[in-house]
């Protein structure tokens, strides 16, 4: 059972960076597509990018705006958001998750596994 850790969150500024990452058990990121998910208050869970185990990805245009990267590393069972131009609006917990291949990647209900969220704080 994939256990997902994420990490990397923080308080910044406007206009900041932030890289966040998701640790998994050996052959996670080779097996599942992985994706990002965030969650602000008040809020349904929102998708943010996937990357499949291929390495082909998506992404969320209406948030991203091209000013975030998704990123892996299956050898060092890693998985990154580079994160830049933040604003207040992308203050959330960041969550990552992992679906079986071939499922849809924008769904939340995709993905069988979380890790606990690492909270991203943007403020103005």
């Known amino acids: 059972q994939a256990q997902l850790v994420e990490s990397g969150g923080g308080l910044v500024q406007a206009g900041d960076s932030l890289r966040l990452s998701c640790t998994a058990p050996p052959r996670t990121f080779g097996w599942y597509t992985t994706g990002w998910f965030r969650q602000a208050p008040g809020k349904e869970r929102e998708f943010v990018a996937a990357?499949?185990?291929?390495?082909?990805?998506?992404y969320n245009e209406d948030i991203v705006k091209g000013r975030f990267t998704i990123s892996k590393d299956n050898a060092k069972n890693r998985m990154n958001l580079q994160m830049s131009s933040l604003q207040p609006e992308d203050t959330a917990v960041y969550y990552c998750?992992?679906?079986?291949?071939?499922?849809?990647?924008?769904?939340?209900?995709?993905?069988?596994?979380w890790g606990q969220g690492t909270q991203v704080t943007v403020s103005s």
């Open positions: 990357i499949a185990r291929s390495g082909h990805v998506a």
């Open positions: 998750g992992a679906a079986q291949p071939g499922s849809p990647a924008r769904q939340s209900s995709s993905y069988e596994h």
